[in-house]
């Protein structure tokens, strides 16, 4: 059974700095894309940052040159450096990873970011 556990979140002003990590869990092959979403209240849930097991990152528009996506595939991590918050970034994130060979999306529980003053 696969879990995603997230940690990081919390309340910050505009122009400081989180760091999110998602442990994840259960899958015998590993992960093909780890990666994170977010949905702020009222609006749909939005692809943020996400990165293959090889390496290749994608990015939303929105947060390019701010955010940075890392992982260390021998446990499983998914990292989201969030740079220069703003308060458009406040939403719930959400953990996201895809299992190598059945390519099932799992999902975290979400955790929450606050940018505010």
């Known amino acids: 059974q696969v879990q995603l556990v997230e940690s990081g979140g919390g309340l910050v002003q505009p122009g400081g700095s989180l760091r999110l990590s998602c442990a994840a869990s259960g899958s015998i092959f590993g992960f093909a894309f780890m990666g994170w979403y977010r949905q702020a209240p009222g609006k749909q849930r939005e692809l943020v940052a996400i990165?293959?097991?090889?390496?290749?990152?994608n990015y939303a528009a929105s947060v390019k040159g701010r955010f940075t996506v890392s992982s260390d595939n021998a446990k499983n991590t998914v990292y989201l450096e969030m740079n220069n918050l703003e308060p458009e970034d406040t939403a719930v994130y959400y953990c996201n990873a895809v299992t190598k060979v059945s390519g099932i999306n799992y999902w975290g529980q979400g955790t929450q970011v606050t940018v505010s003053s």
């Open positions: 990165i293959s097991s090889g390496g290749n990152e």
